[in-house]
């Protein structure tokens, strides 16, 4: 089935520790996102890449980094996880032939104590 | 800047009620895309419809509607005869910067459908 595959699906994370949540997408899509949604303020964007080898921050960048090595997988790495970050993520991908028409994983709840 | 803004933050209706949940945009580009995504309470986004910028046309879908008014930059979405599956947070986004700009979202709308 076509689709965005995110792990894991949720995890209990020690502050300070390293973290990479990964996402898979099979569309063959060029852009790529993460975006974090903490309740009443919607969804914000982390960090983005529009092609393989290419990556741009997004609203709420600090303390995240990706890397975009091929087009299918592009994972957002924790390098020292804080209280704060605890929150879903969701990866995104995107096909420009279809007016910018995402298409979301299915979200990682990540819970940093 | 571009921004969205939903301002009803929480809506409760009966069942068969109808009810219209409020987007309204900024932006300086002319190209841009304006979406409705659902999110039920199983967490995961659901696109529901795209509009671009030169498309003012009205869509109907179902007992789904959505009315694009570029004079008062809205896109707002109504509901005809709500049924409780239509319980979800509902979030409008932008997309700017053309096709492959980065879309943002509202903060979302709460729609809660009483039996």
């Known amino acids: 089935i076509a689709g965005i595959t995110q792990a894991p699906t949720s995890q209990i994370l020690a502050a300070g520790r390293r973290m990479t949540l990964r996402c898979t997408q099979d569309?063959?899509?060029?852009?790529m996102y993460w975006y974090r949604q903490d309740l009443g303020l919607g969804l914000r964007l982390i960090h983005y890449s529009n092609t393989a080898g290419t990556t741009g921050k997004g609203e709420v960048p600090d303390g995240y980094s990706v890397s975009r090595a091929n087009t299918d997988d592009f994972p957002l790495t924790l390098a020292s996880a804080v209280p704060s970050q605890t929150s879903v993520y969701f990866c995104?991908?995107?096909?420009?032939?279809?007016?910018?028409?995402?298409?979301f994983g299915s979200g990682t709840r990540l819970t940093v104590v | 800047a571009q921004k969205v803004t939903q301002a009803q933050t929480e809506i409760s209706v009966v069942e068969k009620e109808d009810v219209t949940l409020d987007c309204v945009y900024e932006?300086?580009?002319?190209?841009?895309?304006l979406f409705w995504y659902k999110q039920p309470p199983s967490g995961e986004l659901v696109f529901l419809i795209r509009?671009?910028?030169?498309?003012?046309q009205n869509e109907i879908s179902g007992r789904y509607s959505w009315n694009f008014q570029k004079s008062t930059s809205s896109f707002n979405f109504t509901i005809t005869a709500s049924q409780v599956v239509d319980s979800a947070v509902y979030f409008c986004?932008?997309?700017?910067?053309?096709?492959?700009?980065?879309?943002?979202f509202g903060k979302g709308t709460k729609l809660s459908v009483k039996p």
């Open positions: 986004a932008l997309n700017y910067g053309g096709s492959q700009g980065n879309l943002i």
């Open positions: 932006t300086r580009d002319t190209t841009y895309y």
């Open positions: 569309m063959r899509h060029n852009a």
């Open positions: 995104a991908s995107s096909d420009p032939t279809t007016g910018g028409g995402y298409t």
């Open positions: 509009r671009n910028s030169f498309d003012e």
